[in-house]
Nanobody
């Protein structure tokens, strides 16, 4: 079992930046691919970014490409989502997710592929 706790959300003006963190605890000795998802008001949960265990493969949703960066520090069991040039449409609850990964380069883009989820952190971008 792995427990995930997100932090770093808040209220920011359009054009601003935030860095979300996702700290993992529990069975962190295993390799996990990580992902960030979000769910805005009245919308379904959507994919934001994914990162392989090795950190060598990344993938972003088109809506955030060039503005968001996913990274990880395996020594700290933490994954980050740096969000720049934020827009009001980025307003959502952001969730991190983990999936045990046999291969260090695997990434996963669909929420149903992930086994563990955090409780979410609210990001609100004002215009």
């Amino acid at each position: 079992q792995v427990q995930l706790v997100e932090s770093g959300g808040g209220l920011v003006q359009a054009g601003g930046s935030l860095r979300l963190s996702c700290a993992a605890s529990g069975r962190t000795s295993s390799a996990y691919a990580m992902g960030w998802f979000r769910q805005g008001p009245g919308t379904e949960r959507e994919f934001v970014a994914a990162l392989s265990w090795s950190g060598g493969r990344r993938y972003y949703a088109e809506s955030v490409k060039g503005r968001f960066t996913i990274s990880r520090d395996n020594a700290k069991n933490t994954v980050y989502l740096q969000m720049n040039s934020l827009k009001p449409e980025d307003t959502a609850v952001y969730y991190c997710a983990a999936k045990p990964s046999m291969y260090g380069t695997s990434i996963y883009l669909s929420d149903y592929e992930y086994d563990y989820w955090g409780q979410g952190t609210q990001v609100t971008v004002s215009s």
